[in-house]
């Protein structure tokens, strides 16, 4: 067997091992979303998995399966549900899915949980799915879980980003299929982005509230918010040193490894 | 770009063209459990994903990914949840998934969807999410998507069963884990099979009826319900084959391609 | 007062020293569904509980209320939604019923419960019903209720349906308002059986696949998916005294009476 | 075959003849509930589906099966459920079963239905019901059908009520298990009254709220909550014949027969 | 700051104060809705707000938030849905915020709790939402909350409506934007009433039964039920006083101040 | 009657004709929630109402009652759930809430609805009530409300928050208690505000994740998160202008008023 970090690619006996050493598992919480004509529909899935596994490595934990289906994209930060492909739960749909997960890994002995997410929308479902886990597993007699709740991207230095934007960081929101996400991608699945494709379109000038129904032009036609020219491996690789340091120093101090 | 069957490494204009071309899009559903000691976690993610892939080429068809996290598992199919990394969503929740997921489907212009089960107990939960997922879409105007619904292995040759049970299929619900599954497995990922760790605690003796609690030893420990011995890949192949020309030969029937 | 073993004829005294003695408590899921030209709506109502009342007999019990209507009707093994009569409950409406009972069951002290399945779609509902209501009991603090769950047609000898079918056993699922279901009719309400009525337009011939939406000409137009020829109420004997025996045998065994 | 009010007693060819004619579908809503010492534990599924037979047959109609499962029962209106044997449901759980198979009736068809209750507390939840049911059959594009919704017992001439209680009627809340229910009871199945059990601890002096948890004594011991003393089948007759009378008035006038 | 018997008013550590003296907390219960062409929206708001304030001054206690949108307004007791400005939840819904407002309550220590309901259609979804409230906090280990719960307007003396209406009470639910309401809100909120615009279309005259869809002309085209003419401020103080005078009894009583 | 621009403040007829002027609709949203020891718990009822009273003057609009119970509070953004007062809804009950009045006033006639959000957390399960509301809208045949869905605190410009804040803005989720609504309060409530109370635990160093369970220590003791101190009517005033006249441009450009 391989010695793998993926909890799927374990067997029951292994894993029963890993929970046994109180390992940290980490769950990423990814979606199927339309990131820009440049890049798959996998980008939220690929990132924040890649990640996990990076900072699993580094503290002896492993990854639970990655929740493919994510939270419904709005049009501020993903593009809005109707670009072809953004195939999405609703938020009581997610929720669940992350309560019942977090309940499951709980009953099996799981008591070091890192919930990163990798899809802007997901952070508040995914609160309330976690809020929801951990009250049914303090019925369930089940109260000592630690569990630890983040977006992978809040964890750059601002040197990293200064290097990045020269002229000034736009902004979590906006940096959807943009330069953070497409310089991750051509880290780790270079496959995947097809530099030539890179819209010109943006970025997004959106106002400060949602409209529905959505009007035509409110989002960029290419479904990229801001810019992903100048998009490099390099750049995506100064962004995965940030966050694969910076969360396993915060998995180390939350979990005393 | 890859050229790829898998809808995840896609992006936003390629799915698009291919709704627009109207071909089959595949949905797997797996989930996350225990296969024994001599296998992982995934199979049940694994095997509807190498199926689903094969016939998708066949077919002109794409996949969208695969579900890891499905219905519970019940001791006389697949051990039961006790099971050190079972993990596994309320019925519930899981029928919720589905019903999102097609609906998302159907509103980006899929009319031909094909869910392919790879977890035993999926079954009705699928069934009841297709449903849902069917009533959301007519009350949003859609009423032209044609479904398939399916459990892989159903879709094996009597010939295929004889050879590889010289003695008698023992069925479906004990084949947990055991010759057919392993032998496909030694097919796809090989090094996520070790024949070295299969048990001969088997084959499970199960009563008629579920009985809860679940009494002390009624699952083999091992959580193989029957007999793996004497897998192979060759054996998968056979299987594999059956299942792909049988289900592409459906697909292409009731789809008329 | 009648002495009843139906828990509806008795009072709430006796129910009460009933539940003090720990008596076993049986419940029936039924269902309203067509069972063919020949046959009432009520087969999966009159049966289990049937098998109910006499198993109960036999080990001291009770048989709580049928419920009445139950999950929906699939093609391949009911005729599916389509026939006028079949009436039905969303699969979470119906596992909610199946929790509520049990929950209330529980609570009152009720601590040996037998779910009795007379209808083959509502077996998965009716396992997440009792996974939820043990679930829900749990968190009352009662998690010493013993539970068995069944469907009674399971309980019959190889030797009973090798003389029922002497050109072998079609399989439970085609046996919708066929051979079987129709002797016990014959046996228990002949008054709701019109032999003539009897179609010759099966046996259903089905694909290994659901199809959405239902196509013309995929279920037999009668509703009867096998043979109904040569029901007899002797042979409703032969099945009867089989589901009775090896149900109060497997309940004796596991209760330990 | 029988020829029956019941529709559960109707094969699915005769009920589609009926639906075609346009008959009136009568639901009855019922309950498992404690009904004092001296009656059984189904005076709430007995009786409206006496009074639903004999509306029936008055109007060429048909009776659908009694839910023999409702809301739960209060302690000021039916004792509570601390009685043993008072099975019930959640109010989301009976507002859905009624939605189910309100929603199921249309799409086979029936336009004329009248919702028929038997337990006081399954009121409101039913009104739920009805309109969820009637909200998705709008969705699902049926707006024609007509609906009643009713508890039998507000079917009864005054001059009934002061025949019955000379000294004055306590109200229908009061009502339970006592005189009215008993002599209906007493006409309907007098073999599951035991008039030599009728307690005299009664008449229940309830305050005008409730109390969480329910206090020792609040409610009368036996269960019954006002005087079910002079009960008879006589009176029970009288009863019988303004709700039916009443009724059927009522849904001739409403559905024009 | 004000020294409020409005939480909303309190700081919290003012609120932590009040909870740790263990005085009552009273939650009244509105909604939004039509009541005639004299009165304002707010009526179901103002009423049971202004009795729970008064209360709450005479037993030392707090009035949380009242909730502004209640359970669906029925023609008989209120006009029904179909009256501009009545604004309604699904039951469920109305339920579920009385659960989680409970709950949460009773988290941070409150144990006297007094559920004053205001809105005639909220009394039973107001009952489940006490009930699931309770039952979560029990899981969560709280067992020992006392609640009441109550309509305000049951806390009235005989003399007082033998006052109010000479030729004889018409009962509560015709009551509706009628006598009793109007009073009250002519001592409350006078700038809300114009006395001009009462209508004089009602009493309706309703069946024993509810109609769907609502027949033309079932409601009086006002919206008022019964006679609100002759309403004063003068009555509103008699029915203010018994309101309070009676409910601060029974909280004295209960609660043991 | 009073002229007010209070929804709950019109009769029916009124709220009718203003509804056929097809007026905007505004929707607070708020929520009881500590706001540190010098304001009450009121402050994110009394902002978005103070808000929308005077964009509705502006507009010619009207405001449905707030909703005073929202989303659960979050310890990074709101000080947790563990501060007494706080008292909140599982994100599935908001958006119900949320679903149903917008469904019910869409029914009603508003075609022209914005929803104010004035409490951080009620952001992400408001757009999902948002979604849910006009879904079911669309299924009822409506499909062409205008809605816009807004944060209140949007709504300022770069100016005034370099003058409120002359070290810079120290950013929206750490300004709960702190100058922004305490100005506020300032300006509407004066009275709710005790200045002589404001703390100086804070400003919050929270880090780029969220702890369960929520460590001692984690939230500053008082509940404010950031800086009170400086707070002024006269600062309010500020922000009140920036927030009425801003939404007001956006209101008046989206409904081409």
Redo the contacts between chains.
Sequence with gaps: ??DSV????????E??AK?KENVPVLLPLGT?E?????????VD?VLPTGVCERVARNVGGIV??????GY?S?PRSGGG?A???????????F???V???IR??G???VRRLVVVNGHF?N???A??G???G?REL???GIAD???????YW??VRRETLDRLFPDGFPGTELEHASLLETSLMLLLRP????MS?IPSDGPAKF???????IPDGFVPAS?VLARAQGSTAEKGQWLMDDHVELITK?VRI?FGL
Tied chains: 1, 2, 3, 4, 5, 6.
């Design positions: 067997m391989v993926l909890m799927a690619e374990l067997t029951w006996p894993f029963a929970v199927t339309q990131h820009g004509p440049h890049m798959s529909l996998n899935v639970a399966p990655t929740i493919p289906y419904k709005m549900e670009f072809p492909g953004t195939t999405s739960l609703d938020a009581n749909t929720s669940l899915v309560r019942d997960v499951s890994l009953h099996h002995g929308e952070s508040w479902p609160v309330e976690v809020d929801l951990l303090r019925r369930d879980m630690q569990l630890m709740r983040l977006e809040d964890f496959d995947l982005v097809d494709k106002p400060t509230y949602d409209k529905f129904p479904g915060a939350e």
